[in-house]
C-alpha cells in the first residue's frame, strides 16, 4: 500500500514555528494514546487541516501548509479531491505517530541539517503540566529556510524538508465525517485565562487518582463550563475537553505581549458539534444527540 505523502506549500524552515507547535501537540497526543490517528482535510489549495484523536472523547486540530500529493485543492465538503492511490485524498487516516515523526523530521532537516532528529515526545510537556508558549507557537513566519542534509533513518534516503511521508491509509480507524468547515454559530467568546483555571483546578483536584490527562475521570465526566447565548440556548462544555485543551496546549498562555489581546477561547455549535477554538488550535466534541462520531480509543 502506498504512503500518504504530503507536500509542503510553504519552506519548513518559513513555517518553523507551526511546525514546532504542531510537533508538540502530536508529542502530547501521542503520550496519551500511543494508538492515536490523524485525519487529513484540504481546505484550501495551499493549507491541510490535521485532525487528531484522543482519549478524552474529543478530536483537536491543527493547520499546516502542506497538500496531499494529489490533491487539485479542497473538496472534501464539496465532493471534490485529488487521487492518491486510487482513492480520494481527502479524509485520509494515518497513525499519529508516523506524522509526528515526518513533521520533526522536516523540522530539524531545515532548521539544523547537521542534527539528527530524535523522538520528540521524549521532551514533550509531562501529562497534566500546562505547557509554555511564545510568538513562535502560533506560527509568526521565521526566516524562510531549505531543504538539506541528513538521511532518513528508516528509509536510507536523502529527505527533504519540505516532504513529509506519512505511512500508509488506515481509514477503517475513523469511519464517521469530520466537522464541518462552516455552519458554526458562536455561544460566546471568553477569556482564555478561563479554560486555564478550570484545567489548572480540575488537576489539582486530581494529584491521587489521574485519568489519561492527569484529570480524575469523575471529573472528566462533569460538565465544567455552560455557556448561553439567544441563537444556541445553553450549551455544555465537559471535563474532558477541557482536559484536552490543557493537555495539548491549544489554550496556553502567550508569552508574547502582543498575543495577549488574542488569548480568548471561542465556542461555537452545530446540531452535531461543539467547537472550541484557542489560540494554539482547535477541539471538537461531539453534541449529546448529534450525528457526530469520533475514533475511541483501542
Known amino acids: ?50 485532525f ?8 483537536v486540530s491543527q493547520r499546516i501548509a502542506a497538500r496531499p500529493v494529489g490533491a487539485s ?9 485529488g487521487v492518491l492511490g486510487g482513492d480520494t485524498t481527502d479524509g485520509a487516516v494515518v497513525m499519529a505517530d508516523r506524522v509526528l515523526a515526518a513533521v ?11 542534527a539528527t532528529a530524535t523522538d520528540p ?7 497534566g503540566t500546562p505547557p509554555t508558549a511564545d510568538a513562535a507557537a502560533v506560527g509568526t513566519p521565521d526566516a524562510p529556510g531549505a531543504p538539506a542534509g541528513g538521511s532518513d533513518p528508516t528509509t536510507g534516503t536523502a529527505p527533504t524538508a519540505d516532504v513529509l511521508t ?8 475513523w469511519t464517521g465525517s469530520p466537522p464541518p468547515v462552516s455552519g458554526f454559530t458562536v455561544v460566546e467568546t471568553v477569556p482564555g485565562a478561563a479554560v486555564r483555571e478550570l484545567y489548572a483546578g480540575m488537576s489539582a483536584e486530581s494529584r491521587e487518582h489521574s485519568g489519561p490527562a492527569g484529570v480524575a475521570r469523575s471529573l472528566l465526566d462533569q460538565e465544567v463550563l ?17 482536559a484536552a485543551m490543557g493537555a495539548l496546549g491549544l489554550a496556553t498562555e502567550p508569552a508574547a505581549e502582543a498575543l495577549r489581546v488574542h488569548d480568548r477561547v471561542r465556542v461555537s455549535v ?12 482547535t477541539a471538537f466534541a461531539p453534541r449529546p444527540g448529534g450525528l457526530a462520531r469520533i475514533p475511541q480509543p483501542r
Open 52 to 59: 487528531i484523536s484522543t482519549p478524552l472523547g474529543c478530536i
Open 166 to 173: 506519512l505511512g500508509p491509509r488506515v481509514d477503517i480507524l
Open 226 to 242: 455552560t455557556l448561553d447565548s439567544p441563537a444556541t440556548g445553553p450549551v455544555a462544555v465537559g471535563g474532558r475537553v477541557i
Open 104 to 114: 520533526d523530521r522536516a523540522l530539524v532537516t531545515a532548521t539544523d541539517p547537521s
Open 1 to 50: 500500500m502506498d504512503d500518504v505523502t504530503l507536500t509542503l506549500t510553504r519552506p519548513a524552515g518559513a513555517q518553523a514555528p507551526t511546525l514546532r507547535r504542531i510537533v508538540g501537540v502530536l508529542a502530547r497526543a501521542v503520550r496519551m494514546d500511543g494508538q492515536a490517528v490523524v485525519r487529513l482535510r484540504v481546505v484550501a489549495d495551499d493549507r491541510t487541516d490535521l
Open 73 to 81: 485543492g479542497p473538496g472534501a465538503e464539496r465532493g471534490r479531491s
Open 270 to 281: 452545530t446540531g452535531s458539534w461543539i467547537r472550541i477554538d484557542g489560540l494554539f488550535g
Open 121 to 127: 515526545s521524549a521532551t514533550a510537556t509531562a501529562t
